[in-house]
Antibody, heavy 119, light 111 residues
Framework: EVQLVESGGGLVQPGGSLRLSCVAS????????MSWVRQAPGKGLEWVANMRQDGGEKDYVDSVKGRFTISRDNAKNSLYVQMNSLRAEDTAVYYC????????????WGRGTLVTVSS | QSALTQSASVSGSPGQSITISCTGT?????????VSWYQHHPGKAPKLLIY???KRPSGLSNRFSGSKSGSTASLTISGLQAEDEADYYC???????????FGGGTKLTVL
C-alpha cells in the first residue's frame, strides 16, 4: 500500500526539542521531493519545509529557519524534521507529504502527528 | 508572504453545485499555473483534488473541477454528496524563495 506514516509527536516545553519521523512505503521514496506541512489548532495548512530527492536542496518557511532541520534517509525510506527552540506557536499537527517537484503539488499525505508546545 | 484568501465557509444541498474561490496576487496565482486543491476530513490525511489549476489525479471523480483566471483560482464540486462535507484548501507555488502558500481553508457543509 502506498502510504506515509508519521511519528514522534508529543508534549514538549517551550525551548525544547523534538524529532519527527515519516516512513514511506509502496513507492520509490528516493525519487521524490518530500515536505512537512503543519496545521495549528483551528487554523489552516502551512507549508514548513521541502527537501529534494538527494538532499541537496532544502527550503524552509521563514518562521522556522534556523530552528528546524529537514533530513532524509533514502535507504530507510524515511523523512525527518529536527525541531529545536520550540515555541507555543509551533503547536500543530505535522503532516509528511510527497511533493511533485517542478509542478509543486502534494500528491500523497500522511495522517499527521500532533506536537504540543506548552509548559 | 500572506496566505491565499478563501471564504471561511460554503454550503449546499445534495445534488447541487458549489464553487470555492481562492484569491492570490501577481506573486503567486497570477504568475504561476501551479495551483492545487486539497480535501481534508479532520483526523484524516488531506487528499489532492486538483493540480496545475485544472488537472484531476487519475481515478478522481469528475465531479471535482478547477479553473483559474488572473489571480483567482476556483474549485467547483458538482452533484454534492454528504461525503463531500470537509475542509478545502487551495495552494499555489509562489517562487523560489517562498515555495508554496496555502489558503486559509473553506469549510463545506452539505445541508
Amino acid at each position: 500500500e502506498v502510504q506515509l506514516v508519521e511519528s514522534g509527536g508529543g508534549l514538549v516545553q517551550p525551548g525544547g526539542s523534538l524529532r519527527l519521523s515519516c516512513v514511506a512505503s509502496g513507492f520509490n521514496f528516493r525519487s521524490y521531493w518530500m515536505s512537512w506541512v503543519r496545521q495549528a489548532p483551528g487554523k489552516g495548512l502551512e507549508w514548513v519545509a521541502n527537501m529534494r530527492q538527494d538532499g541537496g536542496e532544502k527550503d524552509y518557511v521563514d518562521s522556522v529557519k534556523g530552528r528546524f532541520t529537514i533530513s532524509r534517509d533514502n535507504a530507510k525510506n524515511s523523512l525527518y524534521v529536527q525541531m529545536n527552540s520550540l515555541r507555543a506557536e509551533d503547536t500543530a499537527v505535522y503532516y509528511c507529504a510527497r511533493l511533485r517537484g517542478g509542478v509543486w503539488h502534494f500528491d500523497l499525505w500522511g495522517r499527521g502527528t500532533l506536537v504540543t508546545v506548552s509548559s | 508572504q500572506s496566505a491565499l484568501t478563501q471564504s471561511a465557509s460554503v454550503s449546499g444541498s445534495p445534488g447541487q453545485s458549489i464553487t470555492i474561490s481562492c484569491t492570490g496576487t501577481s506573486s503567486d496565482i497570477g504568475t504561476y499555473n501551479l495551483v492545487s486543491w486539497y480535501q481534508h476530513h479532520p483526523g484524516k490525511a488531506p487528499k489532492l483534488l486538483i493540480y496545475e489549476a485544472d488537472k484531476r489525479p487519475s481515478g478522481l471523480s469528475n465531479r471535482f473541477s478547477g479553473s483559474k483566471s488572473g489571480s483567482t483560482a476556483s474549485l467547483t464540486i458538482s452533484g454534492l454528496q454528504a461525503e463531500d462535507e470537509a475542509d478545502y484548501y487551495c495552494c499555489s507555488y509562489a517562487g523560489y524563495s517562498t515555495s508554496v502558500i496555502f489558503g486559509g481553508g473553506t469549510k463545506l457543509t452539505v445541508l
